[in-house]
Structure formats: structure tokens, C-alpha cells
């Protein structure tokens, strides 16, 4: 469970006063317990306050922020930074096999500018494709993709949008690519929020044109990078639930299309985090620093591995099925919190934070269900209980291999077609196609739970809904409505159709 109490963040509680030799009663007044001037900060500026600019304010928040930095040292925390494990960490990749599929083969990378997709590029350049196509609608002139490309005979970048159909089809009739890696998506859940129309109609459209045309013109390969996002079992977030869609038509391409599909997840991704970009800059400038919530929790991931598992995902993908990678060990989850009291304390700077609250994208909070508690040490929040029961590890120890749970494909149409009505209204409203698309995420997620062992969605809704651990968290049942709603759903169409057989046995039986 992501929480203070689990993490052991009961700072400054347990510690015993250390004598103070020049004091009356012999001890140093022992530092106050992170909870309280987390408190005291809080009811400086409540959440959902402007940023504050009076002197005052800012004085106090930032003694509270010095005392609160003082909190987690004696804890033994802040010596370094908090991500230094996720920067360091490397994977395993099958080179050799790798390099079987990828030399000598034309290459397409969708995103090929941003920071996974430039740095796959510069990999797979070791590997001695015939071609590399880039294509992204974000033009880099700095990029160092535009250097050199020795190693490559062939380089070509298309600054197109994967939205258009017409010069998206250009690109796969002229180059002709064997392999496509598929990472172009509007991948910040913040712009997702802002930009609602834009973000359906990229990542979901936008991948609904990349696999047509794989199909059409004979790719042998795509590989897909979703997010851990998607592990959720039901999401209103915009970018999560676009994701989660493109999941569904990737899958439903593998069981009916002749290209063989794979596909990754990645966390948050260390090399391009908004979070320490925004953390960064407001040190940078002195500013005071604003973070969601306290005992907010990320696993880290860097790009090496995030290329890793793209690369590997080529080698394990297999005709007629969906598989996806994710990385066995992300470390323990990181407190964004503990991260920008780190970037302070290295700047040397007196600069204050202050909690703004969850934004619209970021509010979802943590479903204990998505973790399988008969077998904790497991633990991977990319990977749901459900999802978990048919996953496997890798012959490296590095990766987990899932398949993907396959949805009702009739169902999955016709919610598509009432989410494509809505796009098509000019005068629809971002409401009313997050709506449409919250919908569409509820009635196919219904359609594959209602699918798993009775036993196991039970264990699920009942370790989702512990009241105890909901305590905790300071969340309540009306967090998770969405949720619980799908389970129960789920269990109902369960017992349905269980019932339903049932009397059909009976009556044959009776017929006899």
C-alpha cells in the first residue's frame, strides 16, 4: 500500500532525545513528527490556493520547510538523490537476437524525436538497419538525430502528424518499413486534461492509422509503448484512458492481422519527468516550490531500460497474440515529496514548498486491488492482480511478460463508434468526450473482467476496499466509485451467466 504508515515515514516519532550537554534537563528537544509540519504547511495554504506571494507566508513556509528537510536527515534520508538507483539501473537486452531482426531491415520509428524514441533511433543504428524512418510532428533542430548517420545508409525524418491519414500513408507506401516502433502519443496527463479532442484523436486515432497501415502494407513487426497507467482497471484520466484503448486495438490487430504486435509499458521516465523539470526550474530561480500532495509515489525508470525493453519486445513478440514487457524490479516507489526536498537542500537555497493539490489527470488515487496481496514480494504496479495471474518471467530475470487480457471485440467497435460520434461534433464539448470516453473504458473492461475466476475479482474488490488500509490512505469508497462499480458489474454479469447455464443444464437434463 502506498502510504506514510507502509513507507515507514512515522519520521522524528521514534527516535530518542539526544542528550544536549549546556540544557537544564540534559536532552535536545526532540524534532517535531513529519505529519505535523506537514500539517502546519497545509493550513499555511490549503490545496487548491494560488500560489502564494505574501512575504509572511512564504518566511513560514519556508522555516517549515527547512524544518521539515531536518525531519527526513535524521531519518537517513536526502544523502543522495532518491532516484540514484533508477538512474543507474541497466537491463538485460538480447543483442544477438535483436540484431536478427533489425539488420538489413527499413525502420520506422513514430515519435522518433522525443526522448525514448531519439535515443531508440541512436541504438538501433548499432544494430546496421538499411533504413531509419523518423516521424514526428515536433521538429528538433538540435536533435542529435539531425548529426551524423554513418552507421545508417539511409536517414529520412517526415514532420507529419500520425493523425493524417493521407501523408501518414505516403510515408508506409514510399518507405515501405519491416519494422515499426509506435511511440508518437500526447503523453503528458496534464496537456491530455487541456487538450481533450487532441488527445483522442492522436493517441487513439492516431494509432488507429499506424496499425491500418501496417496491415495494409506488410509490416512484419510493430511494437507499441504503452504506460503503467493502463494497469489501472478502469480510468476517467484522459491520457491513461487512451492508452488503455490503444492496448485493446493493438491486441485485437494481433488475434485478427498478419503483422505480429508487441508492446511495453513504461513508469515515469527519469530522462524527460515534468515533475523534476518543473522541480529543477523553480530551484533554479529560487521560486517557491509546488508539489501535488505529500505521500505521493513514483517509480522511476531511465531511457536505457526504456529502449531495452522496446528492443527486447521484437524478440519476444509472437503471431496471434499481445504480450507486453515491463521491468521486473523498479525499485521501491519514490515520494515526490522526499525529491524536491533533495533538488532544496542541494541548491543551498532557503526556497520554500507548499502543496497545491492533485490536478485534473493526476487525481486518481492508488486501488490497493491492483496489487495481488497473496503474493506481495511480487509486487509490480505495472502489472495488475488480474493480469499477474498469466505473466511470466523472462529467461534473463530482467522483465515480466504478460499477455494481454483480450476484450469483447464487438463491444470494443461499437463504444469506439459513440466516442468517434462525439469527435465528429464539432460543437461537442471536452466533457462530453471524456464522458464518451469513460464510458467506453467502463463497458470494455466490463466485458473482460467479467471474464476472471469469481474468486479472484472478489479478492480483488475486498483487498480494494479494506477499510482499514482506506483509513489510511484518508481515501473513502466514493474514491474508487469507478472501480468498485466494474467489479461489481463484472461479478453480477459473472453470476448471470453462471445462473443462465445453470438452468440450461438443468433443462437438458430434464429433456432426457
Known amino acids: 500500500m502506498l502510504t506514510s504508515v507502509d513507507q515507514g515515514f512515522a519520521l522524528g516519532t521514534n527516535e530518542a532525545p539526544e542528550k544536549c550537554p549546556n540544557s537544564g534537563n540534559n536532552t535536545k528537544p526532540s524534532l517535531r513528527s513529519r505529519i505535523e509540519i506537514i500539517h502546519d504547511i497545509k493550513m499555511l495554504v490549503p490545496a487548491g490556493s494560488p500560489e502564494p506571494e505574501d512575504e509572511q507566508v512564504l518566511s513560514q513556509l519556508a522555516n517549515l520547510t527547512q524544518e521539515l528537510t531536518k525531519v ?53 543504428k548499432t544494430f546496421e538497419p538499411e533504413k531509419i524512418i523518423c516521424l514526428d510532428l515536433w521538429l528538433d533542430e538540435s536533435s ?3 548529426e551524423d548517420h554513418d552507421s545508417v545508409e539511409q536517414f529520412t525524418f517526415y514532420n507529419i502528424d500520425i493523425r ?34 487532441d488527445a483522442v484523436l492522436t493517441n487513439i486515432m492516431g494509432t488507429h492509422n499506424v496499425i491500418r497501415f501496417c496491415e495494409k502494407y506488410g509490416v512484419k513487426k510493430c511494437i507499441f509503448s504503452s504506460t503503467g497507467k493502463a494497469s489501472r482497471y478502469v480510468t476517467g484520466e484522459v491520457y491513461a484512458a487512451t492508452k488503455k484503448v490503444c ?13 505480429v504486435y508487441g508492446m511495453v509499458r513504461f513508469t515515469h521516465m527519469l530522462d524527460n519527468s515534468a515533475a523534476c523539470e518543473q ?4 530551484v533554479r530561480h529560487g521560486k517557491i516550490v509546488n508539489i501535488h500532495a505529500p505521500d505521493k509515489y513514483v517509480c522511476g525508470q531511465n ?9 527486447n519486445s521484437l524478440v519476444v513478440s509472437k503471431p496471434g497474440e499481445l504480450e507486453f514487457l515491463v521491468c521486473r524490479n523498479l525499485g521501491w516507489p519514490v515520494e515526490t515529496l522526499e525529491v524536491a526536498l533533495y533538488k532544496i537542500l542541494q541548491s543551498g537555497k532557503n526556497i520554500p514548498i507548499y502543496f497545491q493539490g492533485s490536478p485534473v489527470g493526476y487525481e486518481e488515487g492508488f486501488f490497493r486491488g491492483n496489487v495481488d496481496w497473496d503474493d506481495p514480494s511480487a509486487f509490480n504496479l505495472l502489472v495488475n492482480a488480474i493480469e499477474k495471474v498469466s505473466s511470466r518471467v523472462d529467461a534473463s530475470g530482467d522483465f515480466i511478460v504478460t499477455p494481454v487480457l483480450p476484450c469483447c471485440f464487438e463491444r470494443l467497435e461499437a ?7 462525439v469527435l465528429n461534433d464539432p460543437t461537442s464539448a471536452d466533457s462530453q468526450i471524456k464522458q464518451a470516453l469513460a464510458e467506453c473504458i467502463m463497458k470494455v473492461a466490463c466485458s473482460i473482467y467479467s471474464q476472471a475466476p469469481i474468486e479472484l475479482l472478489s479478492k480483488v474488490l475486498n483487498w480494494g476496499t479494506d477499510p482499514e488500509y482506506l483509513q489510511l490512505d484518508g481515501a473513502t469508497l466514493d474514491s474508487h466509485q469507478p472501480t468498485i462499480r466494474l467489479f461489481i458489474e463484472s461479478l453480477s454479469a459473472k453470476y448471470r451467466n453462471s445462473a443462465s447455464h445453470s ?7 430434464s429433456t432426457r
Open 279 to 282: 522541480f529543477d526550474q523553480k
Open 415 to 421: 463504444e469506439l463508434a459513440a466516442v468517434r460520434k
Open 144 to 146: 542529435s538525430l539531425n
Open 503 to 509: 438452468v440450461g443444464h438443468s433443462g437438458s437434463l
Open 247 to 259: 492496448e485493446w486495438l493493438f491486441d485485437q490487430a494481433a488475434r485478427s492481422g498478419l503483422t
Open 303 to 311: 531511457v536505457h531500460e526504456a529502449v531495452s525493453l522496446l528492443l
Open 164 to 197: 493524417d491519414q493521407n501523408e501518414l500513408e505516403k510515408v508506409f507506401l514510399q518507405e515501405k518499413p519491416d519494422l515499426v516502433f509506435h511511440l508518437a502519443a500526447i503523453r503528458l496527463p496534464g496537456m491530455a486534461e487541456q487538450r481533450v479532442r
Open 72 to 124: 527526513y536527515q535524521a531519518a537517513g534520508q536526502l544523502r543522495e538523490d532518491p532516484f540514484a538507483d533508477a538512474w543507474n539501473r541497466r537491463v538485460h537486452c538480447y543483442r544477438d537476437l535483436v540484431a536478427e531482426q533489425v539488420k538489413g531491415r527499413r525502420i520506422l520509428v513514430t515519435g522518433g524525436n522525443g526522448c525514448v524514441g531519439s535515443q531508440l533511433i541512436q541504438e538501433l
